[in-house]
């Protein structure tokens, strides 16, 4: 079976074979941003424990064991997910009360996983690290976070630290090219989500796909004239009456400028008619391309600052009309 991680984290991938091969420690700390496969491969290194069915160490991901693993009926793993409610005190005394009692399954090893940990409760922390540091049997622990700055240092000390990063664009856009994106959604989504999974979902989104349009149809109006591209972005896209209106749809709209206008500066290839033109025809705008990133960039931290879309996007049209006159 095939895994993203296997491609986007080769560092955590290897650390994790390496402990599946040479024997685990009794704890680790999967660390890093979101959107980086932390959980995935947690359950992915729970399930090579116990896979009978492994290829090269790593779990098959189809067989009984696996598919109960994944479903959450193996009785021997507990994932407690801090992701949207605290992890509390109650939640660790659980997992120790189940783990303190003989393995209910044949293979003798229980693991716990905990997502999100540095959303635990300070009591939860302070169970926790007694947890770790008089561990009963054969357990494993897996924790996942986004933080690593939350959480107490006597548990990361006690802890195997494994890193996890933003992988680079060019390489999650490979991937997602494979993985059937088209070469423009890709070059696009690798740099505004953090692995393919998360490209898949956003180009499936009606926002990404409005803020796309409106983009092409405002560059080609602004070639023709300035004000002719921000009435097309009132009449077309952002007006009071519209259901596009929100702030999502204009920080995708101002996120996807950036991309095309680095795109512009730094003269990158992308195998896109319809991009590859929009790029050929920037000399017939007014505006250096430098200036246009200058322009979306502190657009962009106005929209952050500033929860009306409307006022946000009168904001650009000055800038730009003002440039040009």
Request: aromatic share 8%.
């Amino acid at each position: 079976m095939e895994y993203n991680f296997i491609v986007e984290q080769p560092v955590a991938y290897r650390m994790v074979k390496n402990a599946l091969k040479k024997g685990s420690a009794h704890a680790y700390l999967f660390h890093g941003p979101k959107g980086t496969h932390k959980l995935e491969m947690a359950m992915v290194f729970a399930q090579s424990m116990f896979c009978e069915h492994t290829s090269d160490g790593m779990a098959c991901g189809c067989c009984d064991t696996c598919l109960r693993i994944q479903q959450g009926l193996f009785a021997d793993i507990i994932l407690v997910d801090g992701e949207k409610v605290s992890i509390k005190k109650e939640d660790i005394l659980h997992i120790q009360k189940e783990f303190s009692t003989t393995a209910l399954e044949k293979y003798g090893k229980k693991i716990y996983i905990l997502n999100n940990c540095e959303n635990s409760t300070a009591a939860a922390m302070n169970s926790l690290l007694k947890f770790l540091e008089e561990p009963e049997g054969d357990v494993l622990a897996i924790l996942c976070t986004d933080q690593l700055e939350r959480i107490l240092p006597t548990i990361v000390s006690r802890c195997q630290l494994v890193p996890f990063r933003l992988s680079d664009y060019q390489v999650i856009k490979k991937y997602g090219i494979e993985n059937g994106l088209s070469e423009l959604d890709a070059h696009l989504t690798s740099q505004l989500v953090s692995n393919v999974t998360e490209m898949e979902n956003l180009v499936k989104q009606e926002e990404y796909q409005t803020a796309l349009s409106l983009w092409m149809g405002f560059m080609k109006k602004c070639y023709e004239d300035i004000q002719g591209g921000m009435l097309y972005l009132m009449l077309e896209g952002f007006h009071a009456k519209t259901k596009y209106s929100n702030k999502e749809v204009l920080e995708l709209f101002l996120n996807i400028g950036v991309i095309f206008t680095q795109d512009c500066l730094y003269q990158r290839k992308v195998e896109s008619e319809d991009w590859t033109k929009l790029i050929a025809d920037y000399s017939k705008m007014n505006i250096s391309s430098q200036k246009l990133l200058s322009i979306l960039l502190s657009i962009k931290d106005r929209s952050l600052r500033n929860a009306n879309v409307l006022l946000t996007v009168d904001q650009l049209g000055y800038l730009l009309l003002k440039e040009v006159n």
